[in-house]
């Protein structure tokens, strides 16, 4: 049995009437407080999923069959996704914040044999014609079907068997499926226990529901807040802070993009969640501002924790606010994400932008390079794509290893610091331009809110530019240009950086609201310089005339 189905057996049996999810509910007349959630307990989740793969086997959907599952994070979603795993089948998970037109496009790389959805979904399905040779599945028609059969046994399970196909955002290229095998969940679930000192009877607010599906495998509580998931950014705080109070979260899950529209409202108000515990933010780097505000409506010894890793490999590393705001003031090379997680070895390679067969030989620590990993969490292949399999997959003595895509560097505490995407190195011909440690040295400027390098022009010859989002009240000019260049200046890595574009708001990741993108910042960039190539630029210093007698 997985890690996950063994965590949520485990807790039917010894907690059966303990709530596994408190979820909202929707009410007429606009219910309150406990009132406005609906609770799903530990033997009820195991039952009903329990009915669902029964049901899964009866119609032939079961032992090995793909099945796309697009639901919203309620009780169906729970009960599909633990039903899927006992049945044997292989859930097929993709974001529907990714559009309409990719997700057409990864079911259809997907070819999912099942379509299990919302009414909504269906519908969609029909229109868009997607995935049109999958049976249409509906949850509750299943959970009927299997609680009239009189015998059903899950499906033995093997190590080696695709368990789940899990679709990257795709911010940073074309969404690709990972293919998760049972043990790769089993090794997530107990290397999130022990980062995250996880026990049976902790409460676990989620606000993004793939990580939500861990809560019943690890014993927890699960509460969803009154929120659309699809833009976390956009939360309503009091929704959140009003959940977490009302059941006494002690760990919480948010995306930096929700935790700062939380935290501000928190620092504004004075509200504190003396219970939280532990607060996990993910999918981009956590600004220190942000850290500082959540830290702020915590009891003494609570933290933040910012886990670092992707769909292919989570967790690699983490580090929690009370090391991370103990580091020297930035500007810094990068952003510290911590130490490696429990059975995660971590190596810094040479950049090469092309497929490796093995791993090679280590940079010195303290150089920049590409970061690989290998351990249990690490998964193997993608769904249909042999070429981006051997782009990102390689041997490390033996072990498989994953090409996280992504710059960093290791301290001599070994600790890792991540530097940016490979793919968004600046190179001007001369010299090579990492992100981060170059927009560290913009973003200690007061009017600056968010700072990103981008290339324009020739990939071996590209002009460096310097996007920046002001802080509200800020205005861009001529003066402010020319501090952001004294700034660069004053180091040798961003001294080739003479040209600021100021842009209202970044465009930002999909699923977390938080990681820029960095491709649509250069396709503007590029744009915005060939309708005014001198923009961004200050102006010449004035000649100043002869004065002869």
Same mark, same amino acid.
């Given at each position: 049995m997985t890690g996950i189905l063994a965590g949520l057996a485990e807790a039917a049996r010894d907690r059966p009437h303990v709530a596994a999810t408190l979820l909202p509910v929707r009410s007429p007349l606009g219910a309150r407080g406990a009132a406005g959630f609906r609770a799903m307990t530990f033997r009820q989740l195991d039952r009903r999923s329990d009915a669902l793969a029964a049901g899964l086997d009866a119609v032939g959907a079961g032992g090995g069959a793909r099945v796309a599952l697009l639901l919203p994070p309620g009780e169906e979603f729970f009960v599909a996704s633990f039903g899927l795993l006992k049945a044997g089948a292989v859930p097929v998970l993709i974001d529907p &914040?990714?559009?309409?037109? #990719? /997700? &057409? #496009?990864?079911?259809?790389?997907? @070819?999912?044999?099942?379509? /299990? &959805?919302?009414p909504r979904a269906h +519908?969609? #399905?029909?229109?868009? $014609?997607? *995935?049109?040779?999958? #049976? !249409?599945?509906?949850? !509750? $028609? /299943?959970e009927r079907l299997g609680r009239s059969r009189r015998a059903w046994r899950a499906a033995p399970r093997r190590d080696g068997e695709t368990a789940a196909i899990l679709y990257t955002s795709g911010s940073t290229g074309p969404p690709k499926g990972v293919e998760y095998r049972h043990p790769h969940f089993a090794a997530q679930v107990e290397s999130l226990r022990a980062l995250y000192d996880l026990r049976a009877g902790d409460v676990s607010l989620a606000t993004f529901p793939p990580f939500a599906l861990f809560g019943p495998a690890l014993g927890l509580t699960t509460v969803v807040p009154r929120m659309d998931p699809t833009r976390p950014a956009a939360v309503d705080p009091r929704a959140v802070l009003e959940a977490a109070a009302l059941f006494d979260a002690t760990v919480m899950f948010g995306s930096p993009a929700l935790l700062d529209t939380v935290g501000r409202y928190a620092a504004a108000t004075g509200a504190r969640l003396p219970a939280l515990r532990t607060v996990v933010s993910a999918g981009a780097p956590v600004p220190e501002p942000v850290i500082r505000d959540v830290v702020g409506m915590l009891a003494d010894a609570g933290r933040v924790a910012t886990p670092?890793?992707?769909? @292919?490999? +989570?967790?690699?590393?983490?580090? &929690?606010? %009370? @090391?991370? /705001?103990?580091?020297?003031?930035r500007p810094r090379r990068g952003v510290c994400v911590g130490r490696?997680?429990?059975?995660? %070895?971590?190596r810094i390679a040479p950049v090469e932008d092309r497929p490796w067969t093995v791993v090679p030989d280590p940079l010195p620590d303290g150089e920049i390079g590409e970061i690989v990993v290998r351990g249990d969490v690490v998964t193997e292949a993608y769904r249909g794509r042999p070429e981006a399999t051997a782009l990102a997959k390689a041997d490390w003595d033996g072990r498989r290893a994953h090409r996280m895509g992504d710059l960093g560097w290791l301290d001599d505490r070994g600790r890792l610091w991540f530097c940016g995407r490979v793919a968004h190195r600046v190179l001007t011909g001369d010299e090579i331009l990492y992100p981060l440690p170059c927009e560290e040295v913009f973003a200690v400027h007061p009017a600056v809110a968010r700072a990103a390098l981008v290339g324009v022009g020739p $990939? $071996? *010859?590209?002009r460096p530019v310097l996007c920046v989002e002001l802080q509200d009240g800020a205005r861009p000019g001529p003066a402010l240009t020319g501090e952001l260049l004294a700034l660069g200046g004053a180091h040798p890595h961003t001294r080739p950086i003479q040209t600021v574009l100021y842009h209202p708001r970044f465009p930002v990741d999909i699923r977390h609201n938080a990681k820029v993108g960095y491709e649509a910042l250069a396709g503007w960039a590029a744009r915005t310089l060939d309708a005014s190539p001198h923009a961004g630029q200050p102006p010449a210093p004035r000649r100043r005339a002869d004065r002869r007698p």
């Open positions: &914040g990714i559009g309409v037109a #990719r /997700l &057409g #496009r990864c079911l259809a790389e997907a @070819e999912p044999s099942a379509f /299990l &959805g919302s +519908l969609a #399905r029909a229109v868009l $014609r997607w *995935a049109p040779a999958a #049976r !249409r599945l509906v949850v !509750r $028609r /299943l670092y890793g992707a769909t @292919e490999a +989570l967790p690699v590393s983490s580090i &929690g606010s %009370d @090391e991370l /705001l103990a580091l020297p003031p490696p997680a429990p059975g995660v %070895d971590i $990939r $071996r *010859a590209q």
